[in-house]
């Protein structure tokens, strides 16, 4: 019985796949057998149903020190499109979005140099005091493991004033991938993959959940995604605090990595399945349309996939690197695209509870 044989059986037999089996799935050039495997582990989780939320990104400064390789949106604090949002423009920005019923505000920034804790602490306190009702998912793992730097407090301690502040849940950015060699090369200034996984891991203790990401089609190597997935699958494990995982498409353009091509359709489609066949224990797959463009995202769906993120209103992060998807798209337009593909459209909140399905 061939690798792809034995791992189908595995597959129908709720059998955790090994890192061979990993590694044999991202190898795999039969695209449609990869998607049926993947859609069969989708509709066993959540049938045909699709999740999406009605959310808002505000991205607080595009000033940062780290200056990743992989990133087209940082800045230094002297250029002249640097930029830094007081606590009014936030709140206009988020009053403008409220029209559109949004359940969700998603907050991060960068490592900006000089803007102390309290800066973060004054906007999460004025956005709650505004906003009660809409769910503060803010901060990733490299700006807690900034913000105890700055502050000299751990990692629990800054994470306590930022839910105390109204923070309620974490995105699942900064993780790009789980390598010390792939780190080293490309975003040495900022939080390692040990410390990602270790503040991820202190937050979940805590009660709080978030999501988890890779960010892939640049210097990484298979070997690499695998044991990323396995790494954050192994975390999972330990804690439950991962909600959804979300393959993020590198975009090479201004970046110092533009002398790569973005990843093909192919590429993006495969990396969705061979997600939702590693990580058996994540309930949920995100196609993050923003990255991929709507048409496969909406392809994701016969993929593995089984959320769309939501409507977003105006990213800045992934479109300062050539995306040319919609930097916001309407409740309408996510739920025509998912009854397209023949799902069933589920809003959700930010923790998943079900705020409106289709019948």
């Not at 009660?132 to 700006?143: L, R």
């Not at 040990?194 to 891991?201: K, S």
């Not at 640049?218 to 690499?224: A, L, P, V």
């Amino acid at each position: 019985m061939d690798a792809l044989k034995i791992i189908e059986e595995k597959i129908k037999g709720n059998v955790r796949l090994s890192k061979d089996d990993g590694l044999a799935l991202l190898r795999c050039r039969d695209i449609l057998w990869l998607g049926q495997q993947a859609a069969a582990v989708k509709k066993q989780k959540n049938g045909d149903r699709v999740f999406y939320n009605v959310n808002c990104h505000i991205n607080l400064t595009n000033v940062c020190i780290s200056r990743c390789h992989f990133c087209a949106f940082s800045r230094d604090e002297t250029d002249s499109d640097a930029y830094v949002m007081d606590v009014q423009e936030v709140l206009r920005r988020l009053r403008a979005a409220s029209s559109a019923g949004i359940t969700e505000v998603h907050i991060v920034s960068g490592l900006h140099p000089t803007c102390p804790f309290s800066y973060y602490l004054d906007i999460l306190r004025a956005v709650r005091h505004e906003f009660p009702s809409v769910h503060i998912k803010a901060f990733t793992p490299v700006e807690i493991h900034y913000f105890s730097k700055i502050t000299g407090l751990t990692v629990q301690q800054v994470l306590e004033q930022l839910v105390a502040a109204g923070v309620q849940s974490l995105p699942g950015g900064g993780a790009e991938v789980l390598s010390d060699r792939v780190r080293q090369q490309l975003c040495p200034n900022k939080a390692g993959a040990r410390e990602w996984l270790a503040i991820m891991e202190t937050a979940h203790k805590m009660g709080l959940k978030s999501n988890a990401t890779i960010l892939f089609g640049h210097i990484e190597t298979e070997e690499e995604v695998i044991d990323h997935l396995l790494a954050v699958r192994d975390l999972q494990d330990r804690t439950g605090g991962f909600q959804a995982f979300i393959p993020l498409v590198f975009h090479p353009a201004n970046t110092k990595l533009s002398h790569l091509t973005k990843p093909t359709a192919f590429e993006q489609l495969r990396m969705i399945a061979v997600s939702r066949l590693m990580l058996d224990n994540i309930e949920h797959i995100k196609a993050y349309w923003v990255m991929t463009g709507l048409k496969i995202a909406q392809l994701a769906l016969f993929f593995g996939a089984d959320d769309i993120d939501g409507t977003v209103i105006e990213e800045r992060i992934t479109h300062a690197a050539g995306a040319q998807s919609e930097r916001g798209v309407s409740q309408q337009q996510l739920t025509e695209l998912i009854r397209q593909a023949g799902k069933i459209p589920v809003e959700r909140d930010t923790l998943y509870t079900v705020l409106r399905a289709a019948h």
